[in-house]
């Protein structure tokens, strides 16, 4: 599967932006689908996560109550709504995707076998 990611930009702590990330040619059904990011001189870390099917999520704690994982059926893409945005949140975002990931594994970047190609998100103080 081919993952488009898309939305990053400047914005001002405080401000808010949505990523997408669009499938092609083939459908997420069955998937798990996770965001990650990387600052730079930083390792990629995981930030959220979603279960197509059961529409379960799952959170960093660092963003909890700040970004909303969502599903889109008619447009087989997942959004991430990011509010509130801080400083600490500039970096490029990676989505990913993966049929065979446990609930133990979501948060690890190793186990997801196909990826987007990275939206920078930068937040000004």
């Known amino acids: 599967v081919q993952l488009q990611a898309s939305g990053g930009g400047l914005v001002q702590a405080g401000g808010s932006l949505r990523l997408s990330c669009t499938a092609s040619g083939r459908s997420f059904n069955g998937y798990t689908i996770g965001w990650f990011r990387q600052a730079p001189g930083m390792e990629r870390e995981f930030v959220a996560s979603l279960k197509w099917n059961s529409r379960h999520a799952y959170y960093t704690d660092s963003v909890k109550g700040r970004f909303t994982i969502t599903r889109d059926n008619a447009e087989n893409t997942v959004n991430l709504q990011m509010n509130s945005l801080e400083p600490d949140d500039t970096a490029v975002y990676y989505c990913?995707?993966?049929?065979?990931?446990?609930?133990?594994?979501?948060?690890?970047?190793?186990?997801?076998?196909?990826w987007g190609q990275g939206t920078l998100v930068t937040v000004s103080s």
């Open positions: 990913a995707a993966d049929r065979g990931i446990i609930t133990s594994s979501r948060a690890n970047a190793n186990a997801y076998d196909y």
